[in-house]
């Protein structure tokens, strides 16, 4: 009799232990630039025997020289699937440097999201003056790092983001332009590398040409 005990608790430990499928992250695939940071959302999968029953997690990466990843689920294991998903666990993930990284849980699972960064331009204008004067040449220059491949320029007036006055594109960082009116005078610049883009504006101050005095007699 006692064994026959044994075996039925065994059994409907295993059955409660095969309806829990476990928790999950969504979405399962993610591509970002590193530097940015994302929030996925994570729960427990529905199922069977485990409807009811608590649960916590703790999220982390498995590579974080690439990303990392902080985070938790916790409450009660649901019946249905969730519709669409439950906001009872957010899990925040960083790009840190390219390459490929997952998601997982602490003491559970496999890879829960795979993580893949790109690597991010980073861009900076540099202008050999602050202060111009007007009708002089204004001489800027874009510097470029975090990436190894030849980058394409392409300049335009006005605050970044605006494409309506284009300037030009080429592979040269320096551009030069004249100013006509005084006041603050803006260009940017969008740098493509391979599939990567970054962009950067500068501003010049224009100032009218002081007046010489007339020579005394």
Do not use: K
């Not at 009660?76 to 899990?91: A, F, K, L």
């Not at 795979?114 to 331009?121: D, F, W």
């Amino acid at each position: 009799m006692r064994t026959t005990v044994m075996i039925l608790l065994t059994t409907a430990v295993a059955l409660r232990m095969a309806g829990q499928a476990g928790p999950a992250v969504s979405p399962s695939e993610v591509t970002m630039r590193a530097g940015e940071t994302i929030l996925l959302h994570g729960w427990q999968h529905p199922g069977g025997f485990s409807c009811g029953f608590p649960y916590h997690y703790e999220f982390f990466s498995d590579m974080p020289a690439v990303a990392t990843a902080h985070g938790f689920a916790s409450g009660p294991s649901v019946c249905q699937p969730p519709d669409p998903v439950p906001d009872n666990g957010v899990v925040s993930v960083t790009a840190v440097a390219p390459g490929i990284a997952h998601v997982r849980a602490q003491d559970c699972c496999g890879d829960l999201s795979t993580i893949t960064v790109l690597p991010r331009i980073v861009v900076q204008i540099h202008a050999e003056a602050a202060r111009v004067l007007v009708g002089e040449p204004v001489v800027v220059t874009a510097l470029v790092s975090g990436y190894d491949q030849t980058p394409v320029f392409s300049w335009y007036r006005g605050r970044m983001g605006d494409f309506s006055r284009p300037i030009r594109q080429s592979a040269d960082p320096r551009l030069t332009f004249i100013g006509s009116e005084t006041g603050v005078s803006y260009v940017w610049v969008q740098v493509l590398a391979g599939s990567v883009t970054s962009s950067a504006e500068i501003g010049v101050e224009l100032v009218i040409p002081p007046r010489r005095r007339a020579a005394q007699h």
